[in-house]
């Protein structure tokens, strides 16, 4: 019974202790096309948040772990040994505000056959590091009717995303 008692406490210590390490994935932002189709970001922080990293990243769709030469990558991100403070923001997509001090990589437009990641990390007021991520694509976009956007991998309406984030908070 000692035994039964050690390793479940051990194992209630360790899931605690592993927990903490890594940082919550919140489904915090989202994207769009504007009426005259441009890619748009909104990046909503809970209370008292701010990232400190922000980055647009991109691949091939379909080529996972495809290497690619930089200048046909498509993204952008902070410079090298910038530090930033990252605020709840909408944006177009490949303009971030001028505040987070990013580079630009690769045409700075939407491609078809390629996977976009915005990815925002910072530490939460209280809580654990977060990691905010939004994956989609061009076609993805393009599906998306007038008024919804696109977020936790789906299309939802900015209501639905408003409650995604308030939920989130």
């Known amino acids: 019974m000692k035994r039964v008692v050690v390793g479940v406490v051990s194992a209630?210590?360790?899931?605690v202790l592993l927990g903490g390490c890594s940082p919550a994935n919140l489904s915090l932002a989202a994207v769009r096309l504007d009426g005259d189709?441009?890619?748009?970001?909104?990046?909503?922080?809970?209370?008292g948040d701010r990232g400190s990293r922000a980055e647009l990243s991109s691949w091939p769709t379909g080529d996972a772990g495809a290497s690619e030469p930089v200048d046909q990558q498509t993204g952008w991100r902070p410079d090298f040994g910038a530090e930033i403070e990252v605020s709840t923001a909408t944006f177009p997509l490949f303009s971030p505000p001028a505040a987070w001090h990013t580079e630009a990589t690769g045409p700075?437009?939407?491609?078809?056959?390629?996977?976009?990641?915005?990815?925002?990390?910072?530490?939460?007021?209280?809580?654990?590091?977060?990691?905010?991520?939004?994956?989609?694509?061009?076609a993805d976009l393009n599906r998306l009717k007038p008024g919804q956007v696109w977020a936790d991998d789906r299309a939802m309406s900015r209501d639905d995303f408003d409650d995604l984030v308030d939920d989130a908070c």
């Open 12 to 15: 209630v210590a360790g899931s």
């Open 37 to 47: 189709g441009t890619p748009v970001a909104t990046l909503r922080l809970c209370d």
């Open 108 to 138: 700075q437009r939407l491609r078809p056959g390629r996977t976009y990641a915005l990815d925002v990390t910072g530490p939460r007021s209280g809580w654990d590091p977060y990691d905010i991520v939004v994956y989609f694509t061009t």
